[in-house]
């Protein structure tokens, strides 16, 4: 796998929005519905997976705060 750099971390970001969109334009999701089926594939990918939320909000905060494309 790529190293976790801005430029991969960016191309990963748009391309995630890309496919968001298409799910909108599809299914007519909307962001509630989108982020549901994120986190439901992310439960199937990994069952046990933990969400701390704060430790994941001071990682966001040390690489300049919003990644948002």
């Not at 549901?36 to 997976?49: G, Q, Y």
Request: glycine share 6%.
């Amino acid at each position: 796998m790529e190293e976790w750099t801005d430029t991969f971390i960016s191309s990963a970001q748009h391309e995630l929005v890309a496919v968001v969109k298409d799910w909108q334009y599809v299914y007519g999701a909307s962001d509630d519905e989108c982020a549901a089926m994120l986190l439901w594939m992310v439960l199937r990918l990994k069952p046990d997976f933990n969400f701390e939320l704060d430790g994941l909000l001071a990682v966001d905060e040390s690489a300049g705060g919003d990644r948002t494309p």
